[in-house]
């Protein structure tokens, strides 16, 4: 059960003045919860770097999809806005990559979970738009960005019906590391709120499995993924 990763990148900027210290280079990584999480629910993790890729040849053997999170937001022309508000480190090598990705999963019926700026990729990749700053645009939001370990739960949840609050149960306490949300969710369905009503989870009607949530699973419990790769699983997918 191959499951396919995408990963974060990281620039090598400035230098030494000491000849014999290496110049910093461009990364491509991934925090390794992502990884431990898709082994515990029973699937192989395969890393995919941003940049061009050929998606025939990666769809080819995945039999579900991991869009991360990280240290970017996508930049607004991606779902025709302006900047008008908090905007960090955009970075259009993995933007793309992950649009890409994500309208591959959607079209294809492959099982894909987006997590936090993997959700609000999923989004976006459906023709849904974004709120550019939480605290910008909803009055009276809680903290999303949480001071303390993301490790712990941070804040609560109110889940619909779905597929979702089959594995989380009605209200789960969940963490938060993000200071953007999901605004207009296009054809998705959300399912899960913060109680200051901001979007914190997504499914996509009619697909098997298409989910994105807003907090990281994998660093308090592998639910989400153990569905996706059953889901997978059933589906057959991949044919190996």
Known sequence: M??????????GVGHHDSPRVRPRRDESFVNE?????????????????????????LFSV????VITGGNLDIHPHHYGALVSARLDTPDERRTESELAIARRCIQDGVPVLGVCGGMQA???AAGGTLLQDIHTLVPDALEHEQPTDPAEGWHSLRVESSALRLV?????????THHQAVDDPGPFRPVAWAPDGVIEAIELPGHPFCTG??????LLGVQPY???????????RGGR
């Open 226 to 236: 153990t569905l996706m790769v059953d889901v997978a699983r059933a589906l057959g």
């Open 2 to 11: 191959i499951v396919l990763i995408t990963t974060d990148r990281r620039l």
């Open 62 to 65: 995945a039999d579900a999809v």
């Open 33 to 57: 919860a992502y990884v431990n999480a898709v082994r515990a629910a029973g699937g192989v993790p395969l890393l995919v770097a941003p940049g061009e890729a050929d998606l025939d040849a």
């Open 122 to 124: 999923l989004a976006v």
């Open 168 to 176: 989380l149960g009605r209200a789960p306490v969940v963490n938060s």
């Open 213 to 218: 949530v807003q907090w990281h699973p994998e």
